[in-house]
């Protein structure tokens, strides 16, 4: 997967930049606040997904403009692209994302799903160790949006009769057949979310071994890192669980139980890596599932996904510097930092950005 070029205009403080990448290293360098993850923002919504900073649509638009527009041709091994996404504020007559494929309107830009894959390494990112299960949730479910366009609506669908069941739950008492209606929802939410769970244990089986392998090589085998989905139903499946926790449904007001609740294991040495390792080696288990992202994305479509490293090479001693360039090998990557110190060494396009204009080098 590559891009051949990509033209922004009105894209956050970009008002017009041109950029004709090269196929494996680009290099952005740049003060603090110039627009390099604005632009790596830009690349990663030709993927169709929202901005991996979890902006708003409208907050894309440059201040003061109409509408925002991306485009680009990408080269997958035997097809190429015209990708378009345009972005308008709420009430315009196209709100939101929307997209054109070689020209045809393809409506919401998730459609695009499976088109152009990327890969996404950003400073956040620790935060899928450190942080709430919700951040982890979130990882898993953006990798299959993009590896299988059903997943979005499938997952749509359980979110919405999850939110009706709350609402049921909330005002339960004072609801007429609120019993049967809770049946019903059960039954619908036990059939969506099993096929959301599942999907998302497996994905975690597919990535776990290829973490487990780049962990061992970042720490030089000193150290095991383990991964695992915890589903929260068992065998017996998720209609039974749902059945079980509806006292403690009824007594919260909103439902304890199925794939909103869930998490990914995430082990060092046996310990939980979220209290018990440290920053480095948190920063190493993000990498690492990172990269498996990555080499799972090209199983699926026998493509190398674009990486965006987003300001974390600075992060990384040189070891681990070194390592992950040397991953990057054969793959378009595109590569943002303050200084070009540690670029200069290596042979890739350097690309300066200054107050939301883009200059080659
Ligand atoms: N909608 C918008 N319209 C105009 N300017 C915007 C908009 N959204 C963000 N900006 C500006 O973009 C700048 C931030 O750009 P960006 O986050 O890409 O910086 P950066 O070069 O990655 O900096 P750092 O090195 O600190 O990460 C800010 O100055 C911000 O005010
Ligand atoms: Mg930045």
Redesign the pocket.
Known sequence: MNIDWIELSN????EQAQLTPCQTLNV?Y????????????AIWLLTGAKSFRG?KDA???????PFSTIRAQVQTRDLCHNIQISIQPAGSPKPGRTAKLSGAEQGKASNLAGIFTAVVFEPNHLSLVKGSPEGRRKFVDAALCQLYPGYLSEYRRYLQILTQKNALLKHYHRTPGAAEMLEVFDEQMAAAGEKITHRRRQYVERIAPMAVQTYADISSGAEQLELQYIASFSEKGLLEELKKSRKEDLRCGFCTVGPHREDVAIRLNGQPARTDASQGQQRSAVLSLKLAEAAMAEQVSGEHPVMLL??VLSELDDGRQAYLLSRMQGRQVFV???DDSIFRKTDGKLLH?QG?VLTEL
């Open positions: 894209f956050r403080n970009i952005i740049g003060k603090n606040g110039q627009g390099k993850t604005n632009l790596l923002e902006s907050e894309l638009i440059r201040r003061g403009q987003d300001d943002s930092g303050c950005m939301g």
